[in-house]
């Protein structure tokens, strides 16, 4: 071991729980706390880090601080963890920017640390990324953050207006020279770099074919530097600061690209659902449910076609219920005679009526939803209820504690909610105040501005000539893996496991006992059977055919 390795000091971790995104305030919950694929994203977040050197980690937090002080001690005993953990509330916070000049004001980062939000899902090993940045820093002291990037084609699906990043990078450093966020409307445009970039500079590379997936290595020097400028408010403003003063300041930055690693970020609601269903599909592997046990939470059973189950307290589930594939049922679940559950995520204590039909949603825990109702596309979140005949015709939002009548029907891309600290009459703006207690909107609308964009408004051209449409269940992973050589499925495999595993992954679940257990997915039903929702028209179980959100 070298002299500079053994006077390493011990890698740091600073986990960012809240959003600051006005676009997720209707979900009315801290980011880290929002229910995500059977778990919280700050349980992946945890879990992730759990695959790493860190030492220490630093949980931020500003919002429900109680909340996630409790969730964290309940959830993550201090003797199962490889790091130590310290949770900073950071209750006058009201940006990224106000967290780091906090932790600069506590003193709290010692050394190189990992910086990442709750949104983050990956099973990337950042090894790598940690070497090359020490590797940097022994030589230059200025090197003083490598952000991290998931290669991917320009096209993905997971692309939006945050994650369109466009690079000029210095070769083979990865030095970044030039870093801009491409929105929606510019994609179709001529990108524009500056003359400098390439007189001042050999072997230019330019990459528009990453994914910002909000994770990097960052040196002591980082949190100063929001100190020493306090109209910075997010990440962005920092790296713009290093970029354009590089030559006053003397810093610098570069990129660790991921070649075959799965990171992405969640920032809106149409990542939400896709990387819940990429989870569910084991692309994340092993980050999956059956995965991550937690003291505390229920540990899933992992079945065919990707239907996870809990270990124990499994609920009632109807003998005509027909799970097709990728579902997730929290504990205590209730699902009625006739229910049709595809592409779905169910928290704790959900209740599901008779002859309802529900494909591609994610319910949080304790939703209520009548008999013979359609649910299409949407996220529904705590203690909601919905009455008999309701139908949510597609990129709806019900915020939680909403009581909904029967047979109702809720038009594509409303939003639902009940006014609270999270989001008032000053955050909806006069368009939308009201004196009543619930909030209402449509994010189709072009004066709702400071909500939007929601979903993607434009067609996904993820489509590949190459590969044939099939109703073959059991290739459908193999196909999806096919889209793009960036985004292929890691399958499990014997020597891989995360550091906190206690149970096996097996294709069928062990000690869960249910009196229908055969009946979960029935090999009669056509998983493929075309959605009656006209506004939403996809499979994301193939990626093949999206069409236009119109």
Not at 36 to 59: M, Q
Not at 88 to 100: A, N, P, T, W
Not at 126 to 131: P, Q
Request: hydrophobic share 35%; with cysteine; charged share 25%.
């Amino acid at each position: 071991m070298s002299k500079s390795a053994a006077k390493e000091a011990p890698l740091q971790a600073v986990i960012v729980v809240d959003n600051f995104d006005k676009r997720m305030l209707p979900l009315q919950k801290s980011m880290g706390l929002s229910n995500f694929a059977g778990f919280t994203f700050l349980d992946y977040s945890l879990e992730f880090l759990c695959n790493t050197e860190v030492k220490e980690v630093f949980i931020l937090t500003c919002r429900e601080s109680e909340k996630v002080q409790d969730h964290v001690k309940k959830s993550w005993p201090k003797n199962e963890l490889p790091f130590v953990f310290q949770i900073i509330k950071c209750v006058e916070c009201r940006s990224f920017g106000d967290m780091m000049r906090d932790i600069d004001k506590k003193s709290l980062i010692k050394s190189d640390f990992i910086l990442l939000r709750c949104g983050l899902i990956s099973n990337c090993d950042l090894k790598s990324a940690i070497a090359e940045h020490r590797a940097r820093r022994n030589k230059d002291k200025n090197c003083v953050i490598t952000l991290v990037y998931s290669q991917s084609s320009p096209n993905n699906a997971l692309k939006n207006n945050a994650s369109n990043v466009f690079l000029a990078l210095q070769s083979p450093s990865n030095k970044i020279l030039h870093h801009k966020i491409i929105s929606s409307e510019e994609r179709d445009k001529d990108l524009k770099l500056p003359l400098d970039v390439f007189l001042n500079n050999d072997n230019v590379e330019t990459r528009f074919d990453l994914l910002d997936c909000n994770l990097a290595v960052c040196s002591p020097q980082i949190p100063p530097l929001f100190s020493d400028n306090f109209d910075f408010d997010s990440r962005r403003d920092l790296i713009r600061e290093i970029l354009t003063n590089d030559e006053i300041l003397g810093y610098s930055a570069h990129a660790h690209i991921l070649q075959s690693n799965i990171a992405s970020f969640v920032d809106d609601y149409w990542s939400y659902l896709e990387n819940s269903f990429r989870v569910l599909e084991r692309y994340s592997h092993p980050l999956v449910p059956d995965l991550l046990p937690g003291n505390g939470y229920p540990v899933y059973n992992r079945r065919k076609w990707n239907i996870y189950v809990p270990h124990d307290n499994i609920g009632k589930i109807a003998k005509t219920a027909v799970f097709r594939r990728n579902v997730l049922v929290g504990k205590s679940c209730k699902v009625d005679e006739n229910v049709i559950l595809d592409n779905c995520v169910l928290g704790e204590g959900c209740v599901i009526g008779p002859n309802t039909v529900i494909k591609d949603c994610i319910l949080w825990n304790n939703v209520q939803i009548g008999a013979h109702c359609s649910i299409n596309f949407s996220i529904i979140c705590d203690n909601v209820i919905l009455g008999d005949e309701v139908s949510l015709k597609g990129r709806n939002i019900i915020s939680s504690s909403v009581d909904v009548g029967s047979k109702v029907v809720i038009e594509a891309g409303t939003v639902l909610g009940v006014k609270n600290a999270f989001i008032n009459d000053d955050i909806l703006g006069s368009a939308f105040a009201s004196k009543s207690d619930i909030f209402s909107f449509n994010l189709n609308s072009s004066s709702n501005q400071r909500f939007s964009p929601f979903w993607p408004q434009k067609p996904i051209l993820n489509l590949l000539d190459d590969i044939l449409l099939n109703d073959d269940m059991e290739n459908d992973i193999v196909d999806r893996s096919r889209m793009d050589n960036g985004d292929s499925p890691i399958f499990p495999a014997a020597s891989t496991s995360s550091r906190r595993t206690k149970l096996p992954s097996n294709d069928v679940g062990g000690d869960a006992t249910s009196d229908n257990d055969d009946n979960l997915v029935r090999e009669g039903d056509d998983p493929d059977t075309d959605d009656e929702n006209e506004d939403c028209k996809f499979r994301l179980c193939t990626y093949l055919n999206f069409e236009n959100f119109q």
